[in-house]
């Protein structure tokens, strides 16, 4: 590592040191304080990943590391562990799951190299831990399904080819459209999502990034409606769908052009 980079990471700890002794709200703040606010700190990250914003890039990868340095200093203070440590397991850890690079394994392709890391992973366990448990329960359930999905591939259950998984969707979407009662349609609808997540994964097309471009496509050109709406002195509520079509398509427009 270069000396400017050591010399910033220890400028970094020695600032997280005294704002933890001299600053009220960082001498309060516990692991569970921060919890909500690193989650909400990779949102943001994500968010700026996705604008392809690297200024902003650069400023969140900022603030998720602090919470690191942060979670550390903490446990430093019960002596439970260090960030000295957190640096050490996670090199080991690295060096263990790539045997390829540290070690004489051969592999032929990146799907070898992730299905060592899995088989790493369950060998550490000690034969306890399940594949799919690493998968926190927390996560979205959109990613939570992508996630299941890779990892379940890793030891071979998976479709062998798109074409099947495709027809997989078409068998859930008549299940779906076949379901009487509200708590069928709501199972097959569940089932019918998982199977496009899973030909999403087909297509190496990340199902959460997909749905959230969207998302913010839609609040651009929702706003962009609004916009119109009041600049031309009429409320939404009183108009109809076609009227808001017409504004909406000049926003879809817009966009292409610019695109």
């Known amino acids: 590592?270069?000396?400017?980079?050591?010399?910033?990471?220890?400028?970094?700890?020695?600032?997280?040191?005294?704002?933890?002794?001299?600053?009220?709200?960082?001498?309060?703040?516990?692991?569970?304080?921060?919890?909500?606010?690193?989650?909400?700190?990779?949102?943001?990250?994500?968010?700026?990943?996705?604008?392809?914003?690297?200024?902003?890039?650069?400023?969140?990868?900022?603030?998720?590391?602090?919470?690191?340095?942060?979670?550390?200093?903490?446990?430093?203070?019960?002596?439970?562990?260090?960030?000295?440590?957190?640096?050490?397991?996670?090199?080991?850890?690295?060096?263990e799951r790539h045997p390829h690079i540290y070690g004489d394994v051969q592999v032929r392709n990146e799907e070898d190299v992730k299905q060592n890391w899995e088989q790493i992973k369950l060998k550490e366990s000690g034969g306890k831990k399940r594949l799919l448990s690493g998968v926190p329960n927390s996560l979205a359930s959109l990613v939570k399904a992508f996630r299941m999905q890779e990892k379940a591939a890793q030891v071979g259950f998976d479709w062998s080819d798109k074409s099947q998984v495709w027809a997989k969707v078409e068998e859930e979407l008549a299940e779906f459209n076949e379901a009487e009662t509200p708590e069928q349609r709501e199972e097959e609808?569940?089932?019918?999502?998982?199977?496009?997540?899973?030909?999403?994964?087909?297509?190496?097309?990340?199902?959460?990034?997909?749905?959230?471009?969207?998302?913010?496509?839609?609040?651009r050109r929702f706003e962009y409606i609004e916009e119109q709406a009041r600049l031309n002195g009429r409320e939404m509520r009183s108009m109809s769908l076609e009227e808001m079509d017409i504004w909406?398509?000049?926003?879809?427009?817009?966009?292409?052009?610019?695109?």
Not at 17 to 23: A, S
Not at 79 to 87: A, H
Request: net charge negative.
């Open 1 to 95: 590592m270069s000396d400017s980079r050591l010399v910033a990471f220890e400028r970094l700890l020695n600032i997280m040191d005294e704002l933890r002794e001299q600053c009220p709200w960082d001498r309060k703040q516990t692991m569970e304080s921060l919890r909500h606010l690193s989650i909400e700190e990779v949102y943001e990250l994500s968010e700026a990943i996705l604008q392809n914003d690297k200024q902003e890039i650069k400023k969140e990868l900022g603030d998720v590391l602090l919470h690191i340095v942060f979670y550390a200093r903490i446990a430093s203070e019960t002596n439970d562990f260090t960030i000295t440590e957190v640096i050490n397991s996670l090199c080991e850890k690295l060096i």
């Open 189 to 219: 609808l569940g089932d019918l999502l998982f199977a496009l997540v899973n030909y999403a994964r087909f297509e190496q097309i990340n199902p959460d990034d997909a749905l959230e471009k969207t998302n913010q496509k839609f609040k």
């Open 248 to 259: 909406w398509n000049e926003a879809k427009t817009k966009e292409n052009k610019i695109g």
